[in-house]
């Protein structure tokens, strides 16, 4: 984490919302991160990964979550951390900014290989709202060699997300048709409702 001096008022509100003894609702401390804003945002991660107890990290993230920093590139450091949720949370600041998420895109890609399922669920749904701009990179990322498991496969359940079957190559369209053809046989389609849902 960066050492720069906390503001005195970030200080004092962070170390406010890591006790639980405090007579204060620890949600009135977690506000003032939200109006700091970005000085904020790595001290919450490590709060996050450094947290005495469940409820501590609990707060942490909630007032992680509140943040609303404008440049996504702040949230390139949290898609390494080693909370679960930090990096899905920075992965849904790249989602809601798919335009300038786009120049981070090189950066973005490990996530799909993440091994949490609900970070690389986030990770395929950024890459879908970056759309087009993703797919020279994700492409790149299917010919080479993995660097990871699942961030293959991972890759193309994002390109098949940006544009269909005409976004894959030869090779991955006839490997999604085989997979297509594997999991209809042990799925069972069930029957609709009566209530025409």
């Known amino acids: 984490m960066d050492k ?3 503001p005195t008022e970030l200080s004092s509100a962070l170390a406010m919302l890591c006790d639980e003894g405090s007579p204060v609702d ?9 109006e700091i804003g970005r000085p904020a945002l790595l ?12 409820e501590v990290a609990r707060r942490a993230r909630w007032a992680l979550r509140r943040l609303d920093v404008a440049d996504p590139g702040a949230y390139a450091p949290l898609l390494r951390h080693s909370d679960a949720e930090v990096r899905d949370h920075a992965l849904f600041a790249f989602q809601t900014r798919p335009e300038a998420a786009s120049g981070y895109v090189d950066r973005l890609t490990p996530s799909l290989g993440d091994p949490e399922t609900q970070v690389r669920r986030r990770a395929v749904t950024t890459f879908k709202e970056i759309g ?20 293959r496969a ?6 098949a997300g940006i544009g269909g079957p005409a976004a894959l190559d030869d090779r991955d369209l006839a490997a999604w048709r085989r997979l297509t053809r594997i999991k209809q046989l ?6 609709p409702h009566l209530c025409g849902s």
């Open 132 to 151: 087009t701009a993703a797919v020279p990179a994700l492409r790149r990322l299917r010919q080479r060699p993995a660097t990871g498991p699942r961030i």
């Open 186 to 191: 042990t799925e069972t389609p069930e029957r």
């Open 4 to 6: 720069t001096p906390l």
């Open 26 to 34: 620890w949600k009135v401390p977690a506000d003032t991160p939200r």
């Open 43 to 54: 001290p919450l991660a490590e709060i996050v990964a450094s947290a005495g107890s469940p």
């Open 154 to 159: 991972t890759a193309v359940e994002a390109l």
